[in-house]
């Protein structure tokens, strides 16, 4: 086994959690975390951002989760006090099938401002992405290491 080799063998592991990382995010969010308490369903499965669910790695070294920033008023909610964008209501009520006209939309921007939004933890709640990742972590960790150490092993033994 040459350098490329190894480093394939090892990109190849780490080409494995990376598709089990996206996955866990999905679970996650089609899980009861994702259920809206206000209309009494998940409405993040098969959503903008549980499409746009995505992994990356640039090499071997840097893995990189990519989600739509929207995900952060999913995880932290919207305190009452202020107005969403008009245009981000409008295409959701578009997308919904929703009257997007300007009265409907400026009703559901006060509702927001008047109400704010619960958050919904997907990522730092309890049984989130983090702590299922935890998880998991060390068995990932056992993976890398035995794919380095067998791949040098061959390495040194040809």
Known sequence: MDRDEL????????????TQAKSIVLVVMSSEIGVNKKVGKNTLVDSDIFNSVDVKSEDIEVVTLLVNDYIDYIEHGRSAGSFPPPQAIAAWCQKKGLPSDNSTVFLICRSIYEKGIAPRPIFDGSEGVWETIDSVFDDWAEDIFTAITSGLTDWFNN
């Open 7 to 18: 480093i394939a063998k090892v990109a190849s592991v780490i080409a494995d959690i990376m």
